[in-house]
């Protein structure tokens, strides 16, 4: 990767940038081009810095609104988070990870966890160490692309494996469509990961606010709280970028928003360009954050496989990060992704929590309700892509028919899905492409 360099001053006339969303990836961009000497504006709907991975107060530390972590192979977030001057805070524990099948908890997050899954037989367990093993040294995803990941599992990792651990998932996670998801998705689940996880202790905001201090301390400008209306392109060729608050002129934008709503802000987008593009079909985020006085499982990441749950995961933050960095508080999440006209999504929090908070007792038969301090709720739009076989034909290029206006999102990381980690990676990539070395 070619050295960013704090200040170009021998490029002459300076471009400027604007960059359209304020997570990750958006604010990776605009560092960048900040430190190749560009002017750069960022504008960002909500009032805080880090999209999906944004976090809120939570006793001395930021907590995630929806739950994060890095895995080993993560290298391009954690040497941003080392460039920053945050690498004293990433902590790289190795927390529980766990199924919930019939009614009993299994850890799988080793080879040994592997043998004893004993909610399969052992010649069953045997195949599903194998195919792993495979999935993990398989560097080439395209082999996987022409079939699915319910029939790859099927076919390698035998019926049992398939009905005790994976059918549920890939059920819970994506509905009715979980039948079409391609094997090249699932294979980046496995091939990637790691059972040491990495998080910036106090919270990833740090690394976003971090990431806004650098970009103005550049000469950079962040505009939080304002929502873009329309991108069109002027006579003289600069592209007009308006909000709320007015109007701004560029040489080049990157918008980092969701392809369909690039494309509904963009009119020159529209038309040939956005029937190709802009129908990726992606779930939203639904999220509730428990407060609890006591601990309720001993284990961090718990998949929910059993049928009837309201939520697919049980994330117990505490027991990854130590209850004292939130005033002593336990964290768990519920996590779901779901249709985004799902009912979940318009239910009030009271309604939501008479739903969930019996479900808990079936984990941890002690649990009252009365353990609940507090509680909050999250939700997001195009929060997961559904990773569907041609998934990569119907990826749009950074390039759009509009000159000098880039696409760069989430549903491009592909094979991956999401993630810190690959956002920061493409907006690296992109910068480096867009602008010429000094």
Known sequence: ?????????????????????????????????????????????????????????????????????????????????????LGD??????????????????????????????????????RLGAAIAYLKAEPNYHRLEKTTADAWIRKYMGRKV??????????????DRYQDIVMSW?????????????????????????????????????????????????ESGKLRVSTGDGSHEFDRVISTLPTRLTVQLTPALQGEYGDRYSKIDSYGAHCVI?????????????????????????????????????????????????????????KSDDEVLAEFLPFLKRINPAFDPSWVTEHWIFKAPFAQPIVTVGYADRLPPHETPVPNFYVANMSQVYPQDRGQNYSIGMANRLVNRLVPSA
């Open 89 to 126: 805070k990433l902590e790289w524990p190795r927390p529980v990870t766990a199924s919930l099948i019939g009614g009993r908890i299994y850890p799988l997050d080793s080879p040994l966890s592997v043998l004893r899954f004993s909610a399969v037989p052992f010649i069953d367990r045997l």
């Open 186 to 234: 699932f294979w980046a689940r496995v091939h990637f990961r790691s059972p040491s996880l990495g998080y910036v202790r106090g919270g990833f905001q740090q690394l976003y606010n971090r990431l806004v201090d650098e970009i103005q301390r550049l000469g950079g400008q962040t505009r939080f709280g304002t929502s873009v209306v329309s991108v069109e392109r002027t």
């Open 290 to 346: 428990l407060a609890l006085d006591r601990r309720l499982t001993d284990i961090y990441w718990l998949n929910v496989n059993d049928r009837g749950y309201p939520f697919l995961a049980l994330v117990e933050h505490t027991n990854y990060m130590p209850p004292e960095d939130y005033g002593g508080r336990r964290l768990v999440y519920l996590g779901n992704y779901l249709p985004m006209d799902h009912p979940l999504f318009k």
């Open 1 to 85: 990767m070619r050295r960013f360099f704090a200040k170009n001053e021998t490029r002459g006339r300076l471009t400027s940038n604007g960059v359209l969303g304020g997570g990750a990836l958006g604010l990776t961009a605009a560092l960048r081009l900040a430190q190749c000497g560009e002017e750069v504006v960022l504008f960002e709907r909500e009032a805080t810095p880090g999209g999906l991975a944004a976090g809120f107060q939570c006793g001395p530390s930021y907590l995630e609104k929806f739950y994060h972590h890095l895995f080993r192979s993560d290298t391009e977030a954690t040497a941003l988070i080392n460039e920053l001057g």
């Open 162 to 175: 398939h009905e005790a651990q994976w059918k549920p998932l890939l059920e819970s996670k994506f509905g």
